[in-house]
């Protein structure tokens, strides 16, 4: 009888070792499944926000069809290329945009770009480190540029690559640029 009870209780013994495989067997294949969608979840969540953020899908944005009357025309550049602009003749602001004051000359552009008979007007940002050579204490003018030197604030009148007039004060800067306003 022990013999007998012996090879039942071995019988068991194996048939829940083979359940256990099984059981082992099934949970690594699950778990498998869950690693697999999970990094397709991951690689298509960065995928979407990748096309999000670059803008090239706009599902959270309303395009409206609104058009602007006024476009403001001055661009920024760099003192270096003050004098070599395409235009035969046109204004540059030089100013610290960086600075509390820099909203009245924002907006005496703003005002000054309203008109149609003007000048294109440059913005140079004495602020900028790249335009520190260009800056002054006193006002040095010059067709060569690695002479010029500039205060804050100043206008220049350039006409054929040659500087013409330059302006230091606020008043007479927003009464150069308002004359061509009227």
């Not at 007007?121 to 067709?143: A, E, F, P, Q, T």
């Not at 004060?169 to 306003?181: A, H, Q």
Request: charged fraction near 25%.
């Amino acid at each position: 009888m022990k013999k007998k009870e012996y090879k039942k209780r071995l019988e068991k013994e194996k048939q829940g070792l083979k359940d256990l495989e099984l059981s082992d067997s099934a949970k690594n294949i699950r778990n498998g499944i869950i690693i697999s969608v999970s990094v397709i979840a991951f690689v298509f969540l960065m995928f979407t926000f990748t096309k999000l953020k670059t803008g090239e899908w706009n599902l959270f944005t309303k395009k409206n069809n609104v058009t602007y009357g006024a476009e403001i025309q001055s661009t920024k550049i760099l003192c270096g290329s003050i004098l070599n602009r395409s235009d035969s003749e046109y204004f540059v602001l030089a100013y610290e945009l960086k600075e509390d004051n820099a909203s009245l000359y924002e907006s005496v552009l703003e005002r000054y770009n309203s008109a149609t008979n003007k000048l294109p007007v440059y913005k140079v940002d004495l602020s900028n480190s790249r335009n520190n050579i260009c800056m002054g204490d006193s006002l040095n003018l010059s067709d060569n540029v690695a002479d010029l030197k500039l205060t804050i604030p100043t206008l220049l009148h350039i006409k054929d690559s040659k500087i013409i007039n330059s302006y230091t004060d606020y008043e007479t800067i927003k009464n150069i640029l308002n004359s061509y306003v009227d």
